[in-house]
Structures are given as C-alpha cells and as structure tokens.
Nanobody
Framework: QVQLVESGGGLVQAGGSLRLSCAVP????????MGWYRQAPGKQRELVAR???????NYADSVKGRFTISRLNAKNTVSLQMNSLKPEDTGIYYC?????????WGQGTQVTVSS
C-alpha cells in the first residue's frame, strides 16, 4: 500500500498561519491532480483544496481567500499555505489524489486552532 506523508501541522492561535506539506511518490504525483482533505472532530472528511497537473486550483468556500494550494514538481510535493486560521479549521489534514483513492491515505497531520 502506497502512503502519502503529510507534515507541518501544529497548534496555532486564531488568525495565525501554518504551512502543510505532503511528499508524494513520483509515479503518483506526475499524473494526478492532488488535493488536501480535512476531517474535523465528529465530521466527515472533506476536500478543502485541489490542484491539477497544470496548476489550476479550486477551493472549498470555507477556505477560499485564506488557503493556497501549490505543487512543486521538482520535489513531488504538494503544499497548503493556511492563513487567517479559524477554530473551525481544526482537524486532521490529509493529502490524496483528486479524485481520492482509498489506498493512498496516510496518517495525516493534526491542525489545532485555538480561539
């Protein structure tokens, strides 16, 4: 089973910023659109941002204008810059392909935003 490896989470106060990164095997990264997903406590996992191989992006309304997804092709990484964080952004953040594939779920990285 192939796993993607997320990093960069942590505890931050409301209004703060975090940058998440995901290391992706080259065979997956080069041919797939990638997405960042999050699972808030007691809620289903949701897509928050995605980027295709050409760099086109799309965001959930709840994060539009605050989050920026990017991909660094030379390093097979996809990042999520999160600014103006809110307590409702708290959750475990995962990267996966878009559309997602169950076999690619990693451990995720915890983001906690305090009020």
């Amino acid at each position: 089973q192939v796993q993607l490896v997320e990093s960069g989470g942590g505890l931050v106060q409301a209004g703060g910023s975090l940058r998440l990164s995901c290391a992706v095997p080259g065979s997956i990264f080069s041919i797939n659109a990638m997405g960042w997903y999050r699972q808030a406590p007691g809620k289903q996992r949701e897509l928050v941002a995605r980027i295709n191989s050409g760099g086109s992006t799309n965001y959930a309304d709840s994060v539009k204008g605050r989050f920026t997804i990017s991909r660094l092709n030379a390093k097979n990484t996809v990042s999520l810059q999160m600014n103006s964080l809110k307590p409702e952004d708290t959750g475990i953040y995962y990267c996966n392909t878009f559309p997602l594939r169950q076999r690619y779920w990693g451990q995720g990285t915890q983001v906690t935003v305090s009020s």
